[in-house]
């Protein structure tokens, strides 16, 4: 078995911390690098539920994408819940590893992922890094032929994990879609630049009510299509935990991998209504 020093180097290599944004905090949380690993959990959320999934499997080393400590703190007492996921790791000998904003800027990253699992080919960086333009986030791609929004919609539907949120459409269900943006995670940031991408449609996470608004009345806007923060992310688990166990093979050592299923989205019911609040 690989120790968690020789895990840690092969993620490092596959999404190297360099990439990562000056505000994002990566790399190994918990864990000495010393100690053997032969099971590594890949989640989106560093949360109790998947610690206590790791720990029944008897993983070695959990990888996420979030990080747990993105401001400084003091304490990682067993009295607040993100004290509880270290203690809770350290004392069962387990690591927490967080490959974030540098996942997304990797080539394949956390959009290559989106993409492909709905079926964007000719797919490059939506924001292309200055020093590497094969690096960045999001990713611009096109579907095998065009298609309705509607029918997109339930492309994105069909493709990504269940979750209460759902996927959410802003246009015309009739549009021909056919240029596609994504960007796992949140992406409202990026809207202007997906306008000016000339796309049809653009797939992320946590859209806004007013930069979605105002996005949708500008000349030329592509459809938006909103989903899940956690579904928008959760494809790049298997692509990573793969990377890492081909590597580590060829390295001459092994791991065994497994992605989680827990769907950690903090939205967790959907209610709703025949007629809403809306008066006659």
Known sequence: MPTLGEVVAVLDELYDPSWTADWDAVGLVCGDPA?????VLFAVDPVQAVVDEALEWGAGLVVTHHPLFLRGT???AATTPKGRVVHDLLTHGAALHVCHTNA???NPGVSDALADVLGLTDTRPLDPRTDDPNLGTGRIGKLPAPESLQAFGD???NALPATAHGVRIAGDPDRQVQQVAVCGGAGDSYLALVR????????????RHHPASEASEQAGAPALVDVAHWASEWPWLAVAAERLHRKLAVAGTAVETRVSTLRTDPWTVRASSDEGGMAR
């Open 196 to 207: 000016s991408a000339g796309v049809d449609a653009y797939v992320t996470a946590d859209l």
């Open 35 to 39: 100690n053997e690993v032969g099971k």
């Open 104 to 106: 997304d800027s990797a």
């Open 74 to 76: 003091h304490s990682v």
């Open 155 to 157: 492309r994105v539907a």
